[in-house]
């Protein structure tokens, strides 16, 4: 079965240093990758995915994630981070043929001034 | 565009109330999804469907019945909530729920159950 592990429940970064988000997945097979990002009482926005391909993926508001099949990572990266950043974070997992996605539990990130 | 949208934002309701959530897309998906969020948590898969007909359901109460009216809509029924299904009810859709793209989510209906 899949899995997704966000290791962090927290992470707090000062405004305009950079940022990494770690993601682990457990899938027997290539998986469908995706990161979101959630403000409060919002839906969820679709920062960036991987499906095959290149493995370092480019996403909106200046995100990018690297896939790295032999340590079953997907870590998202910001290279200087914004007061407006700040937001919980999901990865998830999805597997062709399947309808379903497995999201992880989450890292809230906050922004320090 | 890449929008979802959800009427109403929120939602209260008592406990022999019957209401209905609504989601619409004009983005072409073939797959529609309801998700339930609780706070701090990641979102629980559901109903999915795809091409308009039921193909996951993930085991959820009765008291929640949805509908898919035509590609562009979902729907769904609550019937005799409990104050435990409070919670924010997301809608998704992607282009083909069989192939794994990626899932597009409205902003959410605030479901209080008093």
């Known amino acids: ?113 | 565009d890449t929008e979802v949208t959800q009427t109403p934002k929120h939602l209260v309701m008592g406990m022999t109330n019957k209401k209905s959530l609504k989601c619409e897309q004009h983005m072409g998906h073939r797959a529609m999804y309801w998700y339930k969020q609780k706070a701090k948590k990641p979102p629980e898969l559901m109903f999915v469907y795809s091409y308009e007909k039921l193909s996951i359901n993930e085991s959820v109460p009765s008291r929640f019945s949805p509908e898919c009216p035509n590609s562009s809509l979902l729907n769904l029924h609550l019937h005799a909530l409990q104050p435990e299904d409070s919670a924010l009810y997301l809608c998704a859709s992607s282009q083909d729920g069989i192939s794994g793209y990626e899932q597009y989510f409205g902003p959410g209906t605030r479901l209080t159950v008093t």
């Open chain 1, 1 to 113: 079965a899949q899995s997704v592990t966000q290791p962090d429940i927290h992470i707090t970064v000062s405004e305009g240093a950079s940022l990494e988000l770690r993601c682990n997945y457990s899938y027997g097979a290539t998986p469908y990758l995706f990161w979101y990002v959630q403000s409060p009482g919002q839906g969820l926005q679709l920062l960036l995915k991987y499906f095959s391909g290149d493995t370092l993926v480019q996403g909106i508001k200046g995100f990018e994630a690297e896939f790295k099949r032999s340590q079953s990572s997907f870590n998202l990266r910001k290279p200087s981070v914004h007061w407006s950043d700040a937001a919980e974070y999901f990865c998830a997992v999805g597997a062709r043929g399947f309808q379903k996605l497995v999201f992880g539990t989450g890292t809230r990130l906050l922004v320090s001034p």
